[in-house]
């Protein structure tokens, strides 16, 4: 299996920047893709933002030209750069991660989500 660790969120003046992280750990081979997405209260979950193994990476038009992500291979973590946050950006952010681990399994795996509240 697959175990995600995500770093702490918190509270953020409208704005402001702040840099997600989720490590990837346990019997993987390979990571396809890696994301993020969010929910906010009352909303659907959203993909805010994707990148594939060969780095291609796909964007939520809200946070276009704010928010970046990347990612380190050689240490299996996913960033996303947020600036520029705006209130709407309030939610709690999923960690994703789609890899190939034992037995040739692909597995689909979620962290356990970190709060990001931008308010003044």
């Known amino acids: 299996q697959v175990q995600l660790v995500e770093s702490v969120g918190g509270l953020v003046q409208p704005g402001g920047s702040l840099r997600l992280s989720c490590a990837a750990s346990?019997?993987?081979?390979?990571?396809?893709?890696m994301g993020w997405s969010r929910q906010a209260p009352g909303k659907e979950r959203e993909l805010v933002a994707s990148?594939?193994?060969?780095?291609?990476?796909n964007s939520a038009d809200s946070v276009k030209g704010r928010f970046t992500i990347s990612r380190d291979n050689a240490k299996n973590t996913v960033y996303l750069q947020m600036n520029n946050l705006k209130p709407e950006d309030t939610a709690v952010y999923y960690c994703?991660?789609?890899?190939?681990?034992?037995?040739?399994?692909?597995?689909?795996?979620w962290g356990q989500g970190t709060q990001v509240t931008v308010s003044s």
């Open positions: 990148i594939s193994s060969d780095g291609s990476t």
């Open positions: 994703n991660v789609v890899a190939r681990i034992l037995w040739n399994r692909v597995v689909d795996s």
């Open positions: 346990g019997s993987i081979f390979s990571i396809n893709r």
